[in-house]
């Protein structure tokens, strides 16, 4: 008697890779509103009243709520235990809510002078109430990366991951560089300045994201019943277990992944949140054009990130990778902080070699977790490594802008009739170098780590 293979939905190509090409395109509409108003900095000093200091506590608010009151971890045990589709869709639902608080308050006059004593601080009315919107829209978006994450596990489980991951970040990314590139332009698009443009552009893709994870949910729903047809078990999710979390946060491994996760997007993130400006004041591109530099990052992580990914899946090598990603970071941060390499074609040159640093670590990192955590607790784990990279998302952005406005200020030029502020980035550039030697070394240290415990690290992915 002969047995019959059954296959479920994750064995057709077409059907894993099209699952991935729906929830890819939901976090590409997310990471084009994280990135949306980073080129606008200029923009929102002359035309808002903004300073250095007000940008950089907006861009603080990405980590308010999944830092303090750790929404990400309450994102992950909700993964964990409601599955997926609810998680994505509740996620999804939060970015659109918390874009549309964004778009009302840069958009509205009504918080026009404004200021509000908030704790042991005075801020802009504005500011605050756009950075809240920032902060509900960031709980989303990060529950949807743990999400998104997991769904890519669930289809391609011993087959081409570390690609799969790989071509999802590529494809988020996207949305990135058309962020940077296309901001200021749209601002400007109809003679008359309106920063508010571009973020309702935002919220208007994210309606778009939310409907394609909607189609998600219909083909996970047929995944599911696939295996039921093929007598294979459905991945059934277990009650939270406070013991899950002391399981994962007593794992020296994971902390390696963590702690080199927030320094690494530390010094790029955040990093990219200033780019432009860097650009304008120290290689002297215009404003219009002063994210498209920028740009090129994500647009070669796009290529680079999966090709990576597909050779992790096949030779091995993460924590090697890893090391190497970091070196680049490094190596790219000291030389935006040398003062007299201050040509713009030395910045695209430093921009592209910045993108394979930033494809390399990421396209092994997260492949990586899963094997030093068990499948039932990839949700929580998850979770947990972006919260402690949220540390890092909310703290530098505005440590960078209070040390542009308390040591970088250089004087003030004429830009459209407006008066805005000159700097020098010198420092800021070496407190990015300085977050890349501290990811370098816990990079080593992870692969110590991993000859120790046999976690598989340096082995492929691809089970043959």
């Not at 993130?269 to 432009?276: D, E, G, H, Q, R």
């Amino acid at each position: 008697m002969t047995d019959t293979i059954r296959h479920t939905l994750r064995d057709s190509k077409v059907a894993r890779w099209s699952a991935l090409a729906v929830v890819a395109f939901t976090m590409l509409t997310g990471y084009y509103l994280t990135d949306v108003i980073a080129p606008l900095k200029g923009l929102l000093e002359g035309r808002l009243g903004w300073d250095s200091s007000d940008f950089g506590f907006f861009n603080s608010g990405y980590g308010w709520f999944n830092v303090f009151l750790g929404m990400l971890i309450i994102g992950g045990i909700i993964l964990d235990k409601m599955g997926v589709r609810f998680t994505g869709l509740m996620a999804a639902i939060v970015m659109v809510g918390g874009t549309a608080i964004k778009y009302w308050a840069v958009q509205t006059h009504s918080l026009d002078g404004q200021m509000w004593h908030v704790l042991w601080f005075d801020v802009k009315a504005q500011v605050l109430i756009a950075g809240l919107g920032f902060a509900i829209f960031a709980v989303g978006v990060e529950v949807a990366g743990i999400t998104v994450s997991k769904i890519i596990y669930k289809w391609f489980k011993g087959k081409e991951l570390a690609l799969a991951m790989g071509l999802e970040m590529a494809t988020a990314r996207l949305g990135t560089a058309l962020a940077l590139a296309t901001s200021v332009p749209i601002a400007k698009a109809t003679g008359m300045v309106d920063v508010s443009r571009p973020i309702l552009l935002g919220l208007i893709l994210l309606c778009i994201g939310l409907l394609s994870f909607v189609m998600y949910i219909f083909m996970d729903k047929k995944l599911d019943a696939s295996e039921v047809d093929a007598n294979k078990p459905v991945e059934e999710e277990e009650a939270f277990k406070l013991s899950d979390i002391v399981m994962i946060i007593t794992n020296k491994g994971w902390w390696y992944i963590a702690i080199l996760c927030v320094l690494f997007y530390s010094a790029v993130f955040p990093f990219l949140k200033y780019a432009a400006d860097l650009m304008v004041n120290k290689f002297g591109v215009s404003e219009d054009l002063a994210g498209t530099i920028p740009s090129m990052l994500p647009f070669g992580t796009i290529l680079l990130t999966p090709l990576f990914g597909s050779l992790y899946d096949r030779k091995g090598k993460g924590a090697t990778i890893m090391m190497i990603g970091a070196s680049i970071l490094i190596a790219v941060h000291a030389l935006f902080a040398v003062p007299f390499l201050n040509h713009w074609l030395i910045a695209i040159v430093l921009i592209l070699a910045l993108g394979v640093g930033f494809s390399l670590v990421p396209s092994a990192m997260w492949p990586s977790v899963p094997k030093i955590i068990p499948e039932k607790q990839l949700g929580t784990a998850y979770a947990l490594i972006f919260w402690v990279q949220n540390w890092g998302l909310m703290g530098v952005p505005a440590l960078i802008g209070w040390v542009l406005d308390k040591y970088c200020v250089t004087g003030q030029i004429m830009r459209e009739g407006v008066s805005v502020n000159t700097y020098n980035y010198t420092i800021p550039m070496l407190i990015f170098t300085g977050f890349g030697v501290l990811a370098l070394l816990f990079a080593y240290l992870l692969k110590v780590e991993d000859k120790k415990m046999g976690y598989g690290l340096q082995l492929p992915n691809i089970q043959k």
